[in-house]
């Protein structure tokens, strides 16, 4: 009997060591500031929240071009392109009043420089989801961004975690 329990248990830690990815972690959700991604072509995914606080980043890109109506009709209550001065800062980098802003956040969720399209911020650290004037007074981000780029067709999805 105790041989037996002994057996199952080495099985069951067994299963759960090589079940859980070591690490790794699996986005199960599918619809991103309105966008299902079943509706549209997926380009590239990749999520690296994980580990002891879920700090991470996840991106999204998404080929619209096949069903641009449905995904026009989604942003048009969004902001128009250019991105506000802090979004612009925190996503490519820059200068401002002296001081520079390395972030870069574009290179790692693969964005381009998208110049005509609609965008859309969700602050999940503020009062006000979508004011962005208090992005660098604290010292954790917690945000969603996504542009939608109307010369390609294409949607691109950020969620920055630290």
Not at 21 to 41: P, Q, S
Not at 45 to 56: M, R, S
Request: hydrophobic share 35%; aromatic share 16%; charged share 25%.
């Amino acid at each position: 009997m105790r041989n037996k329990s002994m057996r199952l248990l080495i099985l069951l830690l067994t299963l759960c060591f090589t079940l859980s990815g070591c690490g790794v972690t699996v986005n199960i959700h599918k619809v991103y500031m309105g966008f299902n991604k079943d509706d549209y072509t997926i380009v590239a995914e990749e999520d690296t929240h994980g580990g002891f606080l879920g700090d991470g980043s996840y991106y999204l890109i998404l080929d619209c071009s096949a069903n641009a109506e449905k995904a026009l009709d989604i942003v048009k209550e969004w902001n128009p392109m250019p991105l506000s001065e802090n979004l612009d800062l925190i996503m490519y980098g820059g200068e401002r009043d002296n001081v520079i802003y390395g972030y870069e956040l574009a290179e790692e969720a693969h964005w381009p420089k998208i110049e005509h399209g609609y965008y859309k911020f969700k602050d999940e650290q503020s009062d006000d989801p979508a004011d962005d004037s208090g992005l660098f007074d604290r010292y954790s981000y917690n945000f969603e961004i996504a542009v939608y780029d109307t010369d390609t067709d294409f949607f691109y999805f950020f969620k920055f975690d630290t």
